[in-house]
């Protein structure tokens, strides 16, 4: 059964940085995608960047504009989100959720998540 664990969140002041982790833990071999998504306030929850495990292929969703990276480091099973430029508008409770494949999970939306962390919460304010 696989565990994600989410750390890194916090308080930052408008433009300032974090470094989200996921850690994963008892892989099954058929998961390849994880995901970071957000749930902010008075929106629905939203996926803000996913990564294949296998390749390192990846993609963010529109409202990132270059302010965030991906990042795996498959001997940790960790996946990161560094996040940069942040604002008000980006605090809510971030959580990483792994799905089998990356096409499906991560491009086209296809399948929904088989597996969930608890989430992180992020707080940007001055």
């Known amino acids: 059964q696989l565990q994600l664990m989410e750390s890194g969140g916090g308080l930052v002041q408008p433009g300032g940085s974090l470094k989200l982790a996921c850690v994963a833990s008892?892989?099954?071999?058929?998961?390849?995608?994880i995901a970071w998504f957000r749930r902010v306030s008075g929106k629905e929850r939203e996926k803000v960047a996913c990564i294949s495990r296998s390749n390192g292929s990846h993609n963010y969703g529109d409202f990132v504009k270059g302010r965030f990276t991906i990042s795996r480091d498959n001997a940790r099973d960790t996946v990161y989100l560094q996040m940069s430029s942040l604002t008000p508008e980006d605090s809510g409770v971030y959580s990483c959720?792994?799905?089998?494949?990356?096409?499906?999970?991560?491009?086209?939306?296809?399948?929904?998540?088989?597996?969930w962390g608890q989430g992180t919460q992020v707080t940007i304010a001055s």
């Open positions: 959720a792994a799905g089998r494949d990356f096409f499906r999970f991560c491009i086209i939306a296809a399948d929904a998540a088989d597996y």
């Open positions: 008892g892989f099954p071999l058929d998961v390849d995608a």
